[in-house]
């Protein structure tokens, strides 16, 4: 019989049965969340963390306000002062002209008629202010001095006649219509010599001031006339004011134009400045000098520094306003004008720009 070693091994195992079988709880759980928590799980809670963040920074941040303008120019509308036929138009739309470029040419028959038909008036009145400035001709005076001794010798003779015809008289010897007839005739004789020494005295004398004034008077007149028509005829001939580039055309060559009526408009490129219309909550701050940053989309959202310099005077009502929302009102609009610090190439009239009104503040 050999019972014990059997018995030896029966024990020998049953240890191992219960040390290999057997179960810790805590062992057991801390395999399970090592087995649980892997790397893309951590990955995964990490990026829901950054989104909620990143949502709560979003929320937390001031929406931007942004303002659309658009861009605009001078524009110089030119019209005649002057009715006629357009003769010429050398500049068509698209051209860039200089200042002093001829734009536009009228034709007026008429109007150069009138012009000579003054110089020819200046002429006469010229003419006659040289014939008063000289005086009396050689000629008259010398006629004046004859007549004068004619009328003296006439006295002479009446004189005579009269003493004879008197002493006659005394006498009996002629009648006493001899008489007056002889007094009658001395008595003409005296007028027509006083007369004849006025008139001499007058040619030696000339013109007086007051005729070399009216002379002088009409030669003014004459040459304000031919200025009034030289100053119409000039604008037969349309010139650009200043350098540009022809926006419209109003009248083509053969039209007969008449006067204020638009015959080319001219875009001043190099005076373009941004205007927004700001309802009165958002001018509120904003100030003539102030300086914000603007993008243009035509120019890939490049950023431009502006510097507003005229802001509106009186607002305009803002249509798109609700007027009859509960606890609203209409507000007003004000015409805001913001000129580009730095020249911008390629900016034009009629370009949109926008800015976050928000972010400038």
Do not use: C
């Not at 000039?234 to 006067?259: D, I, N």
């Not at 700001?278 to 603007?294: A, N, Q, S, T, Y």
């Not at 949109?352 to 972010?359: E, L, M, P, Q, T």
Request: net charge negative; no cysteine; charged share 25%.
């Amino acid at each position: 019989m050999k019972p014990a070693p059997d018995a030896h091994v029966a024990s020998s195992e049953l240890p191992q049965e219960a040390s290999g079988g057997g179960t810790n709880p805590d062992a057991q759980g801390n395999s399970v969340s090592q087995r649980q928590i892997t790397p893309a799980a951590v990955i995964v809670i990490l990026s829901v963390a950054a989104i909620i963040g990143l949502s709560l920074w979003y929320v937390a941040q001031p929406q931007p306000l942004l303002v659309q303008g658009e861009t605009d120019a001078t524009r110089i509308d030119i019209a005649a002062r002057v009715d006629g036929r357009l003769s010429q138009r050398p500049a068509s739309r698209g051209d860039n002209v200089v200042a002093g470029q001829i734009l536009v040419a009228i034709e007026n028959p008429q109007l150069l008629t009138k012009l000579k038909e003054a110089e020819a008036a200046r002429a006469v009145a010229l003419a006659d202010f040289a014939r008063v400035q000289v005086g009396t001709r050689p000629e008259v005076i010398a006629a004046r001095k004859a007549a004068l001794a004619a009328g003296e010798a006439s006295v002479t003779l009446s004189q005579q006649t009269y003493d004879r015809v008197k002493q006659l008289a005394e006498r009996d010897f002629a009648s006493t219509q001899r008489l007056d007839e002889a007094t009658a005739s001395l008595d003409v004789a005296q007028r027509s010599a006083e007369q004849a020494k006025l008139a001499y005295q007058e040619a030696v004398a000339g013109y007086t001031a007051e005729e070399r004034g009216v002379a002088q008077a009409n030669v003014a007149k004459a040459e304000a006339a031919i200025a009034t028509l030289a100053a119409q005829v000039a604008e037969l001939t349309v010139k650009a004011p200043a350098a540009a580039q022809v926006y419209q055309v109003g009248a083509e060559p053969g039209e007969y134009v008449s006067p204020g009526v638009p015959l080319l408009s001219l875009v001043d490129l190099s005076d373009v400045w941004m205007r927004f219309d700001l309802r009165e909550d958002l001018v509120k701050g904003l100030k003539p000098g102030d300086r914000f940053e603007v993008k243009v989309p035509a120019l890939d959202d490049r950023p431009v520094t502006v510097a507003v310099r005229t802001i509106a005077t009186r607002g305009e009502y803002a249509g798109w306003r609700a007027t009859r929302a509960t606890g609203d009102f209409d507000l007003r609009t004000f015409e805001v004008r913001a000129y580009p610090i730095a020249p911008l190439p390629g900016l034009r009239p009629g370009m949109s720009v926008y800015f976050d009104r928000a972010g400038a503040r």
